[in-house]
């Protein structure tokens, strides 16, 4: 069985950093490209970052270009996503996502087939 | 480019309802478009992917579409039960990135 399971949010103050992570289990982890979705109390769906499969290739949303670092380690299942100069509009569910694409290169068109259940990031002094 | 979804919508069990994501900009057929459930208190599930696809386990009352003229993409659930209230989000991309649509909370009455 696929399974994500997120860890390492919290409260934290603003300016603070932090690292997000994901541990991947139940599929062969490096052949599938990976991201992190967040999504505000009370707010839709957004897409942060996404990483391929061997980790060679990764992209923010455009607008968090340089804040937002996601990694993985193919040899522990696990992929990170650090947060610098955290802000209250960080705030947020925190999910990690698989695609569906078996090839692990990062293919926007692809889509979503497994979802974590999320880590709550709460920014606020 | 954005993708518009209606905030809300609402139907009786038993009825079929249909929920739009219309692309600002660019052809909405240029891109495949995904469509995913949230239950309250859930994570996201995919109910629809590449615009027409039904993943295994999810039932054929659910199911997408394009429309080119109206550059939009459509998720119709027929035969509406209570346990498809949730909030549906659609998804494509442009260039690298994935754009989600802002949801549609689904109220079955």
């Known amino acids: 069985e696929v399974q994500l399971l997120e860890s390492g949010g919290g409260l934290v103050q603003p300016g603070e950093s932090l690292r997000l992570s994901c541990s991947a289990s139940?599929?062969?982890?490096?052949?599938?490209?990976m991201s992190w979705v967040r999504q505000a109390p009370g707010k839709g769906l957004e897409w942060v970052s996404g990483i391929s499969g061997g980790g060679s290739t990764a992209y923010n949303e455009d607008s968090e270009t340089g804040r937002f670092t996601i990694s993985r380690d193919n040899s522990k299942n696990m992929l990170y996503l650090q947060i610098n100069s955290l802000r209250a509009e960080d705030s947020a569910i925190y999910y990690c996502?698989?695609?569906?694409?078996?090839?692990?290169?990062?293919?926007?068109?692809?889509?979503?087939?497994?979802w974590g259940q999320g880590t709550l990031v709460t920014v606020s002094s | 480019f954005m993708l518009t979804q209606p905030h809300s919508v609402s139907e009786s069990p038993g009825k079929t309802v249909t929920i739009s994501c219309t692309r600002s900009?660019?052809?909405?057929?240029?891109?495949?478009v995904h469509w995913y459930q949230q239950r309250p208190g859930g994570a996201p599930t995919t109910v629809i992917y590449k615009d027409n696809q039904r993943p295994s386990g999810v039932p054929d009352r659910f199911s997408g579409s394009i429309d080119s003229s109206s550059n939009s993409a459509s998720l119709t659930i027929s035969r509406l039960e209570t346990e498809d209230e949730a909030d549906y989000y659609c998804q494509s991309y442009y260039s690298v990135t994935r754009v989600f649509g802002g949801g549609t909370k689904l109220t079955v009455l």
């Open positions: 900009s660019g052809s909405i057929a240029s891109s495949y």
């Open positions: 996502a698989k695609d569906s694409d078996v090839w692990g290169s990062w293919i926007a068109s692809d889509y979503f087939d497994c």
């Open positions: 139940g599929f062969n982890f490096r052949n599938y490209a």
